[in-house]
């Protein structure tokens, strides 16, 4: 498929996967002739309830079946991240060789591995394998009704639907309920039947999606009531720019027919001269924002959760090809201030969102290493995300920055600049920069609330988001409601003669992800289960970084909207 070819080129830019390995399956072209070996993968165990915190499948007393081992390695960065440790099952399966109810290890099982696996079923422990890369899912055992008896799910029937040469569809059923007693051996068997099957190749993930969640009538009326706000905010900064800005040119023209003394006698009003620019964290929303549209778009023309980890790959390749967008937006700005030290500031720029990001999973990596989780990232993995780093996203930076620089680092302002900032005078307290910049964010907020909860539903539970044009959607309407408050906000704050614009502008946009990380506070206490100090730091650290990035990036845009108006109004106002 597509997205296969954009996975291999993914993964051959970021030097992660060398030559393929030969394996007995043909899996990754997903054809096999009969009586062919198909690899039943153990992937992960862990409690249900807290998704991200797995551990290696045979880190529970499991036994294996006798079939001779085949290694597997990470195909992609993203495995390498997410966690996913495949290990071979030991199960003989043929492609429609069926498999009659078959014995295929015992597990001796002593005090320690009973107690292992009553802890296990006591935490709700489920697994997840996979067969042609198509997951499936089993529950370890269960408890009866007082909780004093644990019984161990022994028998994993299979049921593998095909249609022609290519495996379309895997049901798992656990049989073979068997009460734990110590000093005693336990018998695990599965079987294999195969049943022909309509379903196409190209649809065989359908079944792992829940149309019915996505697309519920309150998905759609959010995005209706996104659109009113839309409407509403545009017609807004429209009669700002229409009317009100008009009265208050029409006001400058007359103080220009005053005399010196006039002028000085007179009282000013209206908006001051803006204020020598500041250096903003836009650069680096900018390029956020470029990932953001150009990863949705990928989803949107490739099915990415098809394949494991296939979306953070994707993301880290269009982040690290994206930086002479960082570069170029912060070499630009930099030399229209007249900075001097500009290859710090390209270091900054470079390394601030790898650094916080990095810094935030190797903190939670000590704690997934004291856990002995899957989710411990390997060192040869940190060797390659700092090689990202220094050898793709410097240099691509470097050259964003030379660009940035050359081609559009002139001052440009629309009017003299005065050299010393005049003093502000009093205002109402709504009026200040610090309530402006609190409000900013809640009508932002807003228009993203709902698609939030199916987003932090995607990824902390078992949803698979797949409506990505919805997330596009929103995507544009963050960007229309995020400019048009910032307007809004800046147009009051300049008619009441702060020039301290630049700062509130991309402050007031940014405050959306305070309020989206209060409410991943709620999400976490009323919407999940979650629990343990592994999967809390993990939730609230990336919250973290999620939040973060999110508030950059609507920062820049807001700033950027901001920006162009202020430029339109002060070309037209003729005063120095």
């Given at each position: 498929?597509?997205?296969?070819?954009w996975?291999v080129?993914?993964?051959?830019?970021?030097?992660?996967?060398?030559?393929?390995l030969?394996v007995?399956?043909?899996?990754?072209e997903?054809?096999y002739?009969?009586?062919?070996?198909?690899?039943?993968?153990?992937?992960?165990?862990?409690?249900?309830?807290?998704?991200?915190?797995?551990?290696?499948?045979?880190s529970?007393?499991?036994?294996?079946?006798?079939?001779?081992?085949?290694?597997h390695?990470?195909?992609?960065?993203?495995?390498?991240?997410?966690?996913?440790e495949l290990?071979?099952?030991?199960?003989?399966?043929?492609?429609?060789?069926?498999?009659?109810?078959?014995?295929?290890?015992?597990?001796?099982?002593?005090k320690?591995?009973?107690?292992?696996?009553?802890?296990?079923?006591?935490?709700?422990?489920?697994?997840?394998?996979?067969?042609?890369d198509?997951?499936?899912?089993?529950i370890?055992?269960?408890a009866?009704?007082?909780?004093?008896?644990?019984?161990?799910w022994?028998?994993?029937?299979l049921?593998?639907?095909?249609?022609?040469?290519?495996?379309?569809?895997?049901?798992?059923?656990?049989?073979?309920?068997?009460?734990?007693?110590?000093?005693?051996?336990?018998?695990?068997?599965?079987?294999?039947?195969?049943?022909?099957?309509?379903?196409?190749?190209?649809?065989?993930?359908?079944?792992?999606l829940?149309?019915?969640?996505f697309?519920?009538?309150?998905?759609?009326f959010?995005?209706?009531?996104?659109?009113?706000?839309?409407?509403?905010l545009?017609?807004?900064?429209?009669?700002?720019?229409?009317?009100?800005?008009?009265?208050?040119?029409?006001?400058?023209?007359?103080?220009?027919?005053?005399?010196d003394?006039?002028?000085?006698?007179?009282?000013e009003?209206?908006?001051?001269?803006?204020?020598?620019?500041?250096?903003?964290?836009?650069?680096?929303g900018?390029?956020?924002?470029?990932?953001s549209?150009?990863?949705?778009?990928?989803?949107?023309?490739?099915d990415?959760?098809t394949?494991?980890?296939s979306?953070?790959?994707?993301a880290?390749?269009?982040?690290a090809?994206t930086?002479?967008?960082?570069?170029?937006?912060?070499?630009?700005?930099?030399a229209?201030?007249?900075?001097r030290?500009?290859?710090?500031?390209?270091f900054?720029?470079?390394?601030?969102?790898?650094a916080?990001?990095?810094?935030?999973?190797?903190?939670?990596?000590?704690?997934?290493?004291?856990?002995?989780?899957?989710?411990?990232?390997?060192?040869?993995?940190?060797?390659?995300?700092?090689?990202?780093?220094?050898?793709?996203?410097?240099?691509?930076?470097?050259?964003?920055?030379?660009?940035?620089?050359?081609?559009?680092?002139?001052p440009?302002?629309?009017?003299?600049?005065?050299?010393?900032?005049?003093?502000?005078?009093?205002?109402?307290?709504f009026?200040?920069?610090?309530?402006?910049?609190?409000?900013?964010?809640?009508l932002?907020?807003g228009?993203?609330?709902?698609?939030?909860y199916f987003?932090?539903?995607s990824?902390?539970a078992?949803?698979i988001?797949?409506?990505?044009?919805?997330?596009?959607?929103?995507?544009?309407?963050?960007?229309?409601v995020?400019v048009c408050?910032?307007?809004?906000c800046?147009?009051?704050?300049?008619?009441?003669?702060d020039?301290?614009?630049?700062?509130?502008?991309?402050?007031?946009?940014?405050s959306?992800?305070?309020?989206?990380y209060?409410?991943s506070?709620?999400?976490?206490?009323?919407?999940?289960?979650?629990?343990?100090l592994?999967?809390?730091?993990?939730?609230?650290?990336?919250?973290?970084v999620?939040?973060?990035?999110?508030?950059?990036?609507?920062g820049?845009?807001?700033?950027m909207?901001?920006?162009?108006?202020?430029?339109?109004?002060?070309?037209n106002?003729?005063?120095?």
């Amino acid at each position: 498929m597509g997205s296969s070819r954009w996975k291999v080129a993914a993964a051959a830019f970021l030097a992660i996967v060398g030559a393929l390995l030969p394996v007995d399956a043909d899996e990754h072209e997903h054809t096999y002739i009969e009586k062919e070996e198909v690899v039943l993968w153990m992937n992960t165990v862990g409690p249900y309830h807290n998704r991200q915190e797995t551990y290696k499948y045979f880190s529970l007393p499991f036994c294996a079946g006798s079939k001779k081992t085949i290694s597997h390695y990470h195909e992609t960065l993203g495995e390498a991240l997410q966690g996913v440790e495949l290990e071979f099952s030991g199960l003989d399966i043929r492609f429609k060789d069926e498999v009659m109810q078959t014995t295929y290890c015992e597990i001796d099982l002593d005090k320690a591995k009973r107690d292992a696996f009553v802890y296990a079923i006591k935490n709700h422990y489920w697994y997840q394998m996979y067969i042609d890369d198509l997951p499936i899912w089993g529950i370890v055992g269960e408890a009866d009704e007082n909780g004093e008896d644990h019984y161990l799910w022994t028998y994993k029937k299979l049921e593998i639907g095909f249609n022609g040469n290519r495996i379309v569809d895997v049901n798992l059923t656990s049989e073979g309920k068997v009460r734990l007693v110590p000093n005693t051996r336990i018998a695990m068997s599965y079987s294999v039947k195969w049943k022909k099957s309509d379903v196409k190749f190209e649809d065989r993930f359908d079944k792992y999606l829940d149309p019915s969640f996505f697309q519920h009538r309150i998905h759609w009326f959010s995005i209706f009531n996104s659109f009113m706000m839309v409407i509403f905010l545009v017609g807004l900064v429209s009669m700002i720019l229409m009317r009100t800005l008009r009265k208050d040119y029409a006001r400058y023209s007359k103080e220009e027919e005053m005399d010196d003394m006039d002028r000085d006698l007179g009282d000013e009003y209206g908006w001051k001269q803006p204020s020598h620019d500041v250096l903003l964290a836009h650069r680096l929303g900018c390029q956020i924002f470029s990932v953001s549209f150009i990863v949705i778009i990928v989803a949107m023309v490739e099915d990415l959760y098809t394949e494991r980890g296939s979306m953070l790959s994707t993301a880290i390749f269009v982040y690290a090809a994206t930086s002479p967008v960082n570069g170029y937006f912060g070499g630009s700005l930099y030399a229209k201030q007249g900075g001097r030290r500009w290859i710090k500031q390209m270091f900054i720029g470079a390394f601030l969102i790898p650094a916080m990001v990095c810094g935030t999973a190797f903190f939670i990596n000590f704690i997934a290493i004291y856990y002995h989780a899957s989710r411990a990232i390997p060192f040869g993995t940190m060797v390659a995300v700092c090689s990202i780093c220094f050898f793709v996203i410097l240099p691509l930076n470097l050259v964003g920055t030379i660009l940035g620089r050359n081609l559009s680092g002139q001052p440009n302002f629309p009017c003299r600049v005065n050299a010393v900032p005049r003093p502000i005078p009093e205002k109402k307290w709504f009026m200040e920069p610090a309530v402006i910049v609190c409000l900013g964010g809640i009508l932002p907020f807003g228009s993203i609330f709902i698609e939030m909860y199916f987003i932090f539903t995607s990824f902390w539970a078992y949803k698979i988001y797949y409506v990505y044009g919805f997330m596009m959607l929103v995507l544009v309407i963050l960007c229309i409601v995020t400019v048009c408050v910032t307007i809004v906000c800046t147009y009051f704050l300049l008619n009441a003669e702060d020039y301290r614009w630049q700062w509130t502008s991309f402050l007031s946009a940014a405050s959306t992800a305070v309020y989206v990380y209060m409410y991943s506070f709620y999400y976490y206490f009323f919407k999940t289960k979650m629990y343990g100090l592994f999967q809390t730091s993990f939730y609230f650290g990336y919250m973290a970084v999620f939040s973060t990035s999110l508030g950059i990036m609507c920062g820049a845009v807001g700033y950027m909207g901001t920006s162009a108006f202020v430029r339109k109004i002060y070309t037209n106002v003729k005063i120095d």
